[in-house]
């Protein structure tokens, strides 16, 4: 597909998927490369626009990430934030060193509002700042068109060449008013037409679905998670009955989902596709009998569904295409796009499982990032309930149980958390907070119920806020909420006597409890 398109060259900031994300809020496609993608590759592209973003370098250093000269002489509109400013004016003549005063969070700019970037834009804006170097003196040919006492030059243009520095981090909420800048950016400086739309997206991927796969046949492994169920649901629209959905309930979902993706998926719900739901729940128990440590509860569990996937595989025959739920931050944090380290090796990408048998692999929600799979899923009509689905890890309530996992523990955590969640949707908060669930701690302790000694395990109620999982924060929910959860938890689970609330942020902590 050749489509409008502006790239992001990584310098290896953290920002980079935010500042794609940004782009795409703005209606154009915007994709990830590391900085050493070949010029040529990148003229071939034609982007409409080249962002360059910020990183842990000194571009002064030796061996510093860098590009040529000749990225600034493409023609194409650049615009560089943090070290990519700092890159563009010391490759065009410009000087950066470390800055006498460092600045980092909050930071007043005052901006001059002639420029493209900054026309909309109040003339003292609050920005977010995170450097150590800065540009003492800009480059031949720019004009400085950002100032704060400590930074003479926060931003800078050369306006007829199209090039853009900026210091500051525009893609960050902090800066108030940052998604104006890159707006200004993408519309009046690249003359962007904004053609990225959820509804063109799903109409072309059905149509591009249904030409490449013809009249074969197409197997899809679905969790009943978003990513999965929108793209059984683009294959099914796409070819209907030539698709085939297995769904293996491990016994360590939710309570009550599998129950809902057979609602949405099986044959009484709207879909045209072959649903196999597998009740594996007894194999999985089995299995983990005994077993308490963490990692090799998830090798289990993740070993389980392969060989489970495989026999259904195996009952239907070959088929062409093993269908993915694969998206865009899986491609970039796989260390295929961009220029992050390798933060996971994700299952959905690279490794192909070698136990079914067919052809090739389809990844249709691939050039997504996750608001846009949900934003594909209502345009498909799938149940808002699916789509806001929170994030659920493959292994399921299996690692939210600390310990061994017994089908007690399993029913005592489906049941804490089934509580949580409704009341939690009760009180508002369910769209606000980024992800919240119940775990089952292996902690027994002693209580009095009824006059009576009681033994019985802790539950623990977590919530965090996050932008892009890699860090979070602890949701401040009110405390009322937290205790009619407490109250209803201790009621209704039979086997738990008390409820805690875990404040720890990732880092130190991590978003799951296991
Ligand atoms: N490493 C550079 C500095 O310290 C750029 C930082 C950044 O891009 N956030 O100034």
Redo the contacts with the bound molecule.
């Keep these: 597909m050749n489509r409008e398109k502006i790239i992001v060259i990584d310098?290896g900031?953290q920002y980079n998927q935010l500042v794609a994300r940004r782009v795409r809020e703005c209606g154009v496609y915007c994709e990830i490369y590391s900085y050493k993608t070949d010029i040529g590759q990148i003229r071939d592209m034609a982007p409409k626009g080249i962002i360059l973003?910020?990183?842990?370098?000194?571009?002064y250093e030796e061996g510093a990430a860098s590009c040529g000269r000749e990225l600034f002489e493409l023609g194409i509109p650049v615009l560089g934030?943090?070290?990519?400013a700092?890159l563009m004016m010391l490759t065009l003549g410009g000087h950066v060193c470390k800055?006498p005063v460092?600045e980092y969070g909050k930071i007043e700019v005052t901006v001059d509002k002639s420029s493209k970037l900054f026309g909309d834009v109040s003339e003292k804006t609050i920005c977010w700042m995170?450097?150590?170097?800065?540009i003492e003196k800009k480059a031949p040919g720019f004009r400085i068109t950002g100032r704060t006492p400590d930074c003479p030059v926060a931003a800078a243009e050369w306006e007829e060449k199209d090039l853009y520095a900026i210091q500051f981090?525009p893609e960050v909420l902090h800066t108030q008013e940052g998604a104006k800048m890159l707006r200004n950016f993408v519309y009046q400086v690249c003359h962007c037409e904004g053609t990225w739309k959820m509804d063109a997206f799903a109409a072309a991927s059905i149509q591009a679905i249904r030409e490449k796969v013809g009249k074969g046949k197409a197997l899809c492994a679905l969790s009943g998670g978003v990513d999965s169920s929108v793209a059984a649901v683009l294959m099914s629209k796409a070819i209907g009955n030539q698709l085939t959905c297995v769904f293996v309930d491990h016994g360590l979902l939710r309570k009550n989902e599998g129950d809902e993706v057979e609602e949405v998926f099986g044959p009484k719900g709207p879909y045209e596709l072959n649903f196999i739901r597998v009740n594996a729940q007894e194999r999985f128990y089995e299995k983990l009998r005994g077993v308490e440590e963490p990692e090799q509860k998830r090798k289990i569990i993740g070993e389980e569904f392969i060989r489970v996937f495989e026999e259904e595989a195996k009952k239907i025959g070959a088929v062409d295409f093993l269908v993915q739920g694969t998206i865009y931050p899986d491609v970039v944090e796989s260390g295929l796009g961009g220029e992050s380290a390798v933060i996971k090796s994700h299952h959905n990408v690279g490794g192909l499982p070698d136990y079914v048998d067919f052809k090739e692999i389809m990844e249709p929600l691939r050039d997504l990032f996750k608001d846009e799979v949900r934003k594909v899923g209502l345009e498909l009509g799938i149940p808002e309930k699916l789509v806001y689905r929170q994030p659920f890890p493959g292994p399921g309530l299996g690692i939210r149980i600390v310990g061994e996992v017994t089908p007690e523990k399993v029913v005592m955590v489906q049941e804490a958390d089934a509580i949580y969640r409704e009341e939690i949707a009760r009180a508002g908060l369910d769209r606000t907070i980024g992800q919240y669930f119940a775990a089952l701690t292996n902690m027994r302790s002693v209580g009095v119920m009824g006059d009576e000694r009681t033994y019985d395990y802790a539950v623990a109620l977590r919530a965090v806020n996050t932008v892009d999982f890699m860090t979070a924060e602890t949701a401040e929910i009110p405390f009322e909420v937290l205790a009619k959860v407490m109250n209803r938890v201790i009621n209704e689970v039979k086997g738990v006597n008390r409820v805690l609330y875990d404040l720890t942020s990732k880092p130190p902590g991590t978003i799951e409890f296991e």
Excluded at 81 to 84: N, P, V
Excluded at 130 to 134: A, E, P, W
């Design positions: 310098f900031g973003t910020g990183g842990p370098n000194s571009c934030l943090c070290y990519g700092q800055a460092r995170s450097h150590n170097d800065y981090h």
